[in-house]
């Protein structure tokens, strides 16, 4: 926007998160301060955070919004990327504060809630980030392995992310070779034994949290049957009012209601849908050996109570999908109650409740772990809007040299990644893709990241 002011065009803004959330935020910066410089830090060497690392492979129509992403850093020289920082090790809150006019916090939700039952902790029970990391290709996984031996798999949750489990599992290995994973997941699931798939939902399939888009693409699965329990597609007259007038879940509870009239078709795998049910306690001596769930019924309310009836399944995997949260960040302000960053609008605030001062957030870390990745651009819009507006009531810039936190970097041996680093890697693992007729082939090792990035 024109009117700026001299503070805005001359100012210099850290984001600290290179992923949907935080490239939006560029982008809006851009759009609104022609002449500010930005530079955006991550503790991997590759962008694009959730997108590369959170979406599922198979939704490769999704993961093309780093066409748009991208363009943030098409100029070369207003916007930077430093790669391998690691906020909180390699630079401080206090570094950039020193270094730039306004800060960004773009860093999403880094952690996973658990379910608090017993057995929860038993080898075969996992978090389901865990596994979304693992075949994501994130680094952090690296050295994990998952054993898909087992015949039957349960995935509790109601959310994208445990549509997304459950699709990967129900997979025939032939549309995981047509993903990026890296080599050594899609051998993992060349021999996959897993026939039937249990989603657990603790309320009723008018309350499920997955989004239409979501769901629909259990129809591409190939060889699935997906099964529901014609009890569980009853709807209160609540549930019934609420569905016909919203567009999303009537869209939802459209489709589900005709997989629970369709008769099995006799396929090779599974999916059963089982909601108004929650795990109550995981079985097993030394791993998982099955998990026992409670009948719970709809309150006027919108909560549910358990009535009392159990049953038990024999999944010898269990994935939990109850919700991502955010890690505090050090010596950022946090809301340990609400997972987030305290913030008015993307303002930060302190824990007095005053503003800080040139400290700003967007995505997960602002609002929580929800919404899509484009609920990402109109977040990070209200919070640039606010950032701009403090830069323009300034008369002066107080962002130093761009040269400085280069000169910061090297002096304390961070090895940091360019943009031109990342695109040597991200060439390569497209190369290695055309290779096998595949879209990319990720890299899933650091070391190796960074040995590419560089040309080694």
């Keep these: 926007m024109s009117d700026a002011g001299a503070g805005a065009n001359c100012a210099r803004v850290a984001v600290v998160g290179a992923g949907p959330a935080g490239l939006y935020a560029v982008q809006s910066l851009l759009a609104s301060a022609p002449g500010i410089g930005v530079d955006v830090f991550d503790r991997l060497p590759a962008p694009y955070g959730l997108v590369r690392y959170g979406v599922a492979p198979d939704n490769q129509k999704i993961k093309s919004v780093t066409r748009v992403l991208r363009t943030a850093f098409d100029d070369g020289k207003q916007v930077r990327f430093f790669g391998n920082v690691r906020f909180g090790r390699d630079i401080a809150r206090a570094d950039l504060l020193e270094h730039y006019d306004a800060v960004v916090y773009a860093t999403g939700a880094q952690g996973e809630r658990k379910l608090g039952i017993p057995g929860e902790n038993l080898p075969g029970s996992y978090g389901a980030k865990d596994f979304v990391d693992w075949y994501s290709g994130h680094p952090d996984?690296?050295?994990?392995?998952?054993?898909?031996?087992?015949?039957?798999?349960?995935?509790?949750?109601?959310?994208?992310?445990?549509?997304?489990?459950?699709?990967?599992?129900?997979?025939?290995?032939?549309?995981?070779?047509?993903?990026?994973?890296?080599?050594?997941?899609?051998?993992?699931?060349?021999?996959?034994?897993?026939?039937?798939?249990?989603?657990?939902?603790?309320?009723?399939?008018?309350?499920?949290?997955?989004?239409?888009?979501?769901?629909?693409?259990?129809?591409?699965?190939?060889?699935?049957?997906?099964?529901?329990?014609?009890?569980?597609?009853?709807?209160?007259?609540?549930?019934?009012?609420?569905?016909?007038?919203?567009?999303?879940?009537?869209?939802?509870?459209?489709?589900?209601?005709?997989?629970?009239?369709?008769?099995?078709?006799?396929?090779?795998?599974?999916?059963?849908?089982?909601?108004?049910?929650?795990?109550?306690?995981?079985?097993?001596?030394?791993?998982?050996?099955?998990?026992?769930?409670?009948?719970?019924?709809?309150?006027?309310?919108?909560?549910?109570?358990?009535?009392?009836?159990?049953?038990?399944?024999?999944?010898?995997?269990?994935?939990?999908?109850?919700?991502?949260?955010?890690?505090?960040?050090?010596?950022?302000?946090?809301?340990?109650?609400?997972?987030?960053?305290?913030?008015?609008?993307?303002?930060?605030?302190?824990?007095?409740?005053?503003?800080?001062?040139?400290?700003?957030?967007?995505?997960?870390?602002?609002?929580?772990?929800?919404?899509?990745?484009?609920?990402?651009?109109?977040?990070?819009?209200?919070?640039?809007?606010?950032?701009?507006?403090?830069?323009?009531?300034?008369?002066?810039?107080?962002?130093?040299?761009?040269?400085?936190?280069?000169?910061?970097?090297v002096l304390r041996g961070v090895g940091y990644t360019s943009w031109a680093d990342w695109l040597r890697l991200d060439d390569h693992e497209m190369q290695l893709g055309r290779r096998q007729g595949r879209p990319r082939v990720k890299i899933a090792v650091l070391r190796s990241m960074l040995e590419l990035a560089r040309g080694a």
Aim: proline share 4%; net charge neutral.
């Design 141 to 409: 996984a690296a050295d994990r392995h998952f054993d898909l031996h087992a015949s039957q798999v349960a995935v509790i949750g109601a959310g994208n992310v445990a549509l997304d489990v459950v699709r990967m599992l129900a997979h025939s290995p032939d549309k995981i070779a047509a993903t990026d994973v890296p080599d050594r997941v899609l051998e993992a699931f060349r021999g996959s034994r897993v026939t039937d798939v249990y989603l657990i939902a603790r309320r009723g399939l008018a309350q499920a949290k997955f989004t239409p888009e979501e769901l629909r693409g259990f129809n591409a699965l190939d060889n699935v049957d997906v099964v529901i329990r014609p009890e569980d597609a009853v709807l209160t007259a609540d549930d019934e009012i609420r569905v016909g007038s919203d567009r999303q879940l009537r869209t939802n509870v459209t489709m589900l209601r005709e997989w629970a009239q369709r008769p099995l078709r006799g396929k090779a795998r599974r999916i059963h849908l089982r909601f108004l049910q929650r795990p109550v306690r995981i079985l097993g001596e030394n791993r998982v050996e099955g998990v026992v769930l409670e009948r719970n019924e709809m309150l006027a309310d919108g909560h549910v109570r358990g009535t009392g009836k159990l049953e038990t399944l024999g999944p010898a995997m269990i994935f939990r999908s109850v919700g991502y949260q955010a890690l505090r960040l050090p010596d950022v302000p946090f809301d340990e109650a609400g997972s987030i960053i305290p913030n008015r609008q993307g303002r930060v605030l302190q824990e007095s409740g005053e503003l800080a001062q040139g400290e700003y957030v967007t995505g997960w870390a602002k609002r929580g772990p929800c919404g899509v990745i484009g609920t990402n651009k109109s977040d990070s819009a209200e919070t640039v809007s606010n950032l701009v507006a403090d830069l323009a009531a300034r008369t002066s810039c107080r962002g130093s040299d761009p040269e400085a936190i280069l000169a910061l970097l």
